[in-house]
């Protein structure tokens, strides 16, 4: 068992943390008070090849594995959570799913675009009728000649506002549930595409999410992504992969609390010292580290399932469950840590804070990675359980 | 000027547990509270003590328990209030409830005003004000919006009728009886909350009334209760009214029905 | 044991339930976005006598003591963290300093107006070295004949862009440390020298002020030392002890929203075929907190029993605002979940009720000083004398 990292990995990585702490952080702020997307950030970041980053060189990627992808979210999540969500519903979300599923024309049609960001991506699933239950969908896709003729309304689509590349999930057999569910590339520009209100949020405020309505939109044929009926499978899938970068900005986001916290009694002195004399805080500071401590574990070993080509859901979910609920509670820790000050908005541990809570929720509650888990291991038994 | 303000102690019809699957109402776990349109009938009665100095007397009749609505509204400012109360005025109907109501106010004496709320949410039968008007033997008036001036023997007032509002003057004394949302019942004062249990409360019984046990038989029977046909659950949804117009518009074209 | 309350009680929390439903909840939402106090509210609350919940009849209040007091913040709490910040500031520290350690004079003169709410409080203890140490405070106080010459910065204090009458906490004698070094004073907010410095722009609790008040040479009568001279520490002592007791109340009150509109969602909701209520984990979440909020009530109340019959309390005061709390941040935090996506968009109270929730972990004593109260008080009884 080796557990150090290849030479490229730990390039990729010092690449990443440098501009992440250069490009990104200092913005931070910003984007959470103005309620800014970075858009000047993917700009940079297009230049530096990360837009498309898992991509093949021939699309303007570097392919990067997946576990080379745990360690652009982990430090861009570290530097700004904004910004570190919008990098990978893009990348992760939506160019990984093109790059999975896709033909060598839809691949060779939206992948360079994609890397040089010139059109961004988003990734529509969710209804109001379907959160948790993603086989609830209700948005119809009709084939009329060599169209299919979407409607419906996704919410919770983010980079909706600012994206041009789709992936939009839809029944072309309604009856038939999760099995009649397919996928397609949505171009915003298509007729009967419309982007809705702004979601106005209490963290990820760099975040730009809204509901998409599609009325009788109207999709090439060519845009339908695999086969009819995969839908389901499609989407899975990519939740499987997203969910491990998921964890992985957990892990980013957490580490970037715990610096805030630590940092931070070393500095106060109340009683004669600084805080960081104190037991209580010694114990917060230990928790948050033994945690994230093993969740980085959790990540970096399902990214090496992953790479393997291994089966990797289970842990995937592990690391996402766990990652969301040990986020948000160091970032609580290491707020409490900064007294009154962790409630004042110049601090970045007040953002930090907001922009955890998020994580037990997107990308699937931590109530439905448990039930992935719990779902695998019984399996192991014969059981079948259903959510 | 005396200002006499029945009021009612109901079950608050927002606690009251309605179970269409076993045809069943829960009135018990309901809070006890003051009938909402007699609290707008009290509030007239205060303002016009606030302008005209009116001496606020406050009465109800039923159980014990209706002891607290009538502290209650001596706290929120009545100048005293009266309860009529025994076994058999605990169990009467609104015919029985006016008839001790009027008997107990011709008791008091002379008055120039009855203000009371135009229906009990709990019943809904609107019956007391007129009732008790007839049994006294003087005008009524009823839907009232407002009362804009009590003088000269005389009160003028604004009620509804159908569709429009009318000015009436009305000889004293006489009913009002208070339409719901004519105003924005106060609030009693802290303080006075915290003394309304300090005085000494008069109760009378059907006997001090004059009133016998057949005076006093209900005059309606309940026999049972229903439902009404159950309703499909709705769905909520936020958003701009151009977000909610696209999504009301998806959500028909679904179901197939434009 | 009798577990009611009083007859007058019970209609004080009616009075309480309904101001807070008819004046505050329409405008708890947007006193956040906007990040306004709601003086006007603030207003009406005092014409009903809500400034002055416990204090007697006599000075203005209501009479209503400590359990009264109790009632009125749970009730505001459910609605408006904010709205039960201002009143609690006011009522449980600020004023509550002047009726704990003021002489009949000042009583009639301060305590009277703040009462009636025709005056606001504010209790000036926090400066930027001085947080939980709050011993280290550096505000200084010097004799001037028959006055004191106050000079020195407060940080974060609750009420400070409103307040008419400060509570200030300052150093007599550098020499003496806590125990004879620190007077407390009354200081008008128009005496010359008085100035609010930044306004603070705080997570949540926007629709309060949290100010930084300046003290350049200002000129305070020695008639208006509260407490005895060199005996500041007990004062603040004393009223941060009530003030914990009210500020759990206030976070029972918050937790019960939080609960009940986690279970309305759950009941609501449906996916995967049902109501998100027949999910089990659902079920713990709501059976367990219901559990929690239970015991903070009784906690509570017990506690108020306790203070309106005279017995000690400190230890269970500091209880009350430690474990309400982490009840009330926790029941925010399932109701979010419960939630989902919805909890966390702003269009929804959710987000707002759990931006709100955390400071009370933090103000009017840490939850590591409350613990630390907590575990001296135990430990007394055992010999062993605990410091921070």
Avoid at chain 1, 160 to 169: C, E, M, Q
Avoid at chain 1, 287 to 307: C, F, G, M, N, Q
Wanted: some cysteine.
């Amino acid at each position: 068992m080796d557990f150090t990292l290849s030479e490229e990995h730990q390039m990729f990585r010092s690449m990443f943390r440098d501009f992440a702490q250069k490009e990104v952080a200092p913005l931070a702020q910003t984007t959470d008070h103005e309620e800014k997307p970075p858009l000047e950030i993917l700009k940079k970041m297009a230049e530096q090849g990360f837009l498309g980053a898992t991509f093949p060189e021939k699309y303007g990627g570097s392919e990067l594995d997946n576990l080379g992808y745990c360690f652009l979210m982990e430090e861009m999540a570290g530097a700004c959570m904004s910004t570190a969500l919008t990098l990978h519903v893009h990348l992760g979300l939506a160019g990984n799913t093109i790059l999975r599923e896709g033909t060598e024309a839809q691949k060779e049609k939206y992948l360079p675009d994609m890397a040089e960001g010139t059109k961004l991506g988003a990734f529509a699933l969710t209804e109001p009728e379907a959160g948790s239950d993603a086989a609830a969908i209700r948005t119809v896709a009709v084939k009329k000649g060599d169209e299919y003729i979407l409607t419906g309304n996704k919410l919770w689509v983010t980079n909706a506002g600012i994206a041009d590349i789709f992936i939009v999930f839809a029944k072309t057999d309604p009856q038939a549930g999760a099995r009649g569910i397919s996928a397609f590339i949505v171009e915003k520009s298509f007729p009967g595409f419309k982007v809705g209100r702004r979601e106005r949020l209490l963290g990820l405020r760099g975040v730009v999410c809204n509901p998409i309505y599609l009325e009788e939109c109207r999709v090439p044929a060519e845009n339908l992504l695999g086969q009819e009926g995969e839908g389901f499978k499609i989407a899975m899938r990519a939740l499987d992969y997203a969910r491990l970068g998921t964890a992985a900005m957990c892990l980013g986001l957490a580490e970037a609390a715990l610096r805030e916290g630590s940092r931070y009694a070393t500095e106060r002195s109340q009683f004669g010292g600084p805080i960081a004399l104190k037991q209580a805080i010694q114990n917060y500071v230990a928790e948050s580290a033994i945690k994230i401590e093993a969740l980085r574990h959790l990540v970096e070993y399902t990214a090496w399932l992953a790479d393997k080509g291994e089966r990797f859901t289970k842990e995937a979910a592990m690391a996402k469950a766990f990652g969301g609920e040990i986020v948000r509670w160091v970032a609580d820790r290491m707020l409490q840590v900064h007294g009154g000050y962790g409630y004042m908005r110049e601090y970045t541990i007040e953002r930090i804070y907001r922009d955890a809570r998020a994580l037990p929720i997107i990308e699937g509650t931590t109530e439905i990675q448990r039930f992935i888990v719990a779902s695998d291991i019984f399996s192991g038994y014969g059981l079948k359980i259903k959510p | 000027m005396r200002v006499i303000v029945p009021i009612k102690q109901i079950r608050d019809p927002r606690g009251v547990k309605a179970d269409p699957r076993r045809q069943q109402v829960t009135l018990e776990e309901a809070e006890l509270v003051i009938n909402p349109t007699d609290r707008n009938a009290l509030e007239e009665a205060l303002v016009l003590k606030d302008k005209l100095g009116a001496k606020v007397t406050v009465i109800s009749i039923g159980g014990p328990e209706v002891e607290d609505s009538i502290r209650e509204a001596w706290a929120c400012g009545a100048d005293e209030g009266i309860l009529l109360s025994d076994e058999l005025l605990a169990k009467a109907d609104f015919r029985g409830a006016a008839l001790a109501l009027a008997k107990a106010i011709q008791k008091l004496g002379d008055f120039d005003l009855i203000i009371a709320g135009a229906m009990a949410a709990d019943t809904c039968q609107g019956q007391l004000g007129p009732r008790l008007a007839a049994a006294l033997d003087i005008p009524c008036v009823n839907d009232v919006y407002r009362i804009l001036e009590v003088s000269g023997g005389k009160a003028r007032v604004i009620r509804g009728w159908d569709e429009k509002f009318l000015e009436v003057e009305v000889e004293l004394p006489a009913v009002l009886c208070i339409a719901p949302g004519a105003n924005v019942p106060r609030l009693p004062h802290g303080a006075r909350i915290m003394n309304s249990y300090q005085w000494e409360m008069p109760v009378w019984k059907a006997s001090d009334l004059g009133l016998s046990e057949e005076d006093l038989r209900p005059g309606v029977e309940e026999r049972g209760l229903s439902f009404p046909p159950e309703r499909v659950r709705g769905r909520v949804s936020r958003g701009s009214p151009e977000d909610l117009a696209r999504e009301l518009v998806s959500f028909l074209r679904e179901r197939h029905l434009i | 044991m009798d577990f009611s309350f009083s007859k007058e009680h019970q209609m004080l929390r009616r009075m309480a339930r309904e101001f807070a439903e008819r004046e505050v909840l329409p405008i708890a939402k947007a006193i956040d976005e906007e990040h306004r106090v709601p003086m006007d509210v603030v207003k009406k609350a005092a014409e009903l006598g809500l400034l002055g919940v416990p204090f007697p009849q006599k000075y203005g209040g209501m009479g209503a003591g400590e359990i009264g007091y109790c009632i009125v913040a749970e009730e505001l709490g459910k609605v408006s963290s904010s709205f039960a910040t201002i009143i609690g500031a006011h009522i449980g520290i600020g004023a509550m300093a002047i009726y704990l350690g003021g002489n009949e004079e000042q009583k009639k003169k301060y305590l009277t107006p703040l009462a009636r709410g025709e005056k606001i409080a504010a209790f000036a203890l926090t400066e930027a070295g001085a947080g939980s140490d709050a011993a280290a405070i550096k505000t200084r106080a010097v004799r001037d004949g028959n006055y004191f010459i106050l000079n020195g910065t407060k940080q974060f204090i609750t009420n400070g862009d409103i307040a008419d009458i400060i509570t200030v906490m300052a150093v007599t004698d550098p020499s003496l440390g806590p125990r004879g070094g620190i007077t407390a004073f009354i200081v008008e907010r128009e005496y010359p020298g008085v100035r609010i410095g930044k306004l603070e722009d705080k997570m949540g609790i926007r629709g309060s002020s949290t100010a930084e008040i300046i003290l350049e040479d200002v000129r305070v009568p020695k008639e208006n030392i509260l407490g005895p001279f060199g005996a500041g520490f007990i004062v603040f002592m004393q009223s941060l002890d009530m003030g914990r007791l009210t500020l759990g109340a206030a976070c029972l009150g918050g937790a019960q929203t939080a609960l009940r509109m986690a279970m309305e969602w759950a009941a609501m909701r449906e996916q995967f075929g049902e109501p998100i209520a027949h999910k089990q984990s659902i079920q713990w979440m709501i059976a367990e907190l219901a559990t929690e909020i239970e015991a903070l009530r009784s906690l509570v109340y017990r506690t108020a029993w306790l203070v309106d019959t005279r017995q000690p309390f400190t230890r269970y005061a500091a209880m009350c605002k430690m474990y309400g709390s982490e009840v009330a941040s926790k029941a925010v935090n399932i109701a979010l979940q419960i939630y989902g996506a919805m909890g966390y968009s702003r269009d929804f109270v959710v987000e707002l009720m759990y931006r709100d929730a955390k400071i009370a972990e933090i103000y009017e004593g840490t939850n590591e000083i409350q613990r630390i109260v907590i575990a001296e008080n135990l430990f007394r009884d055992f010999g062993v004398r605990i410091r921070p």
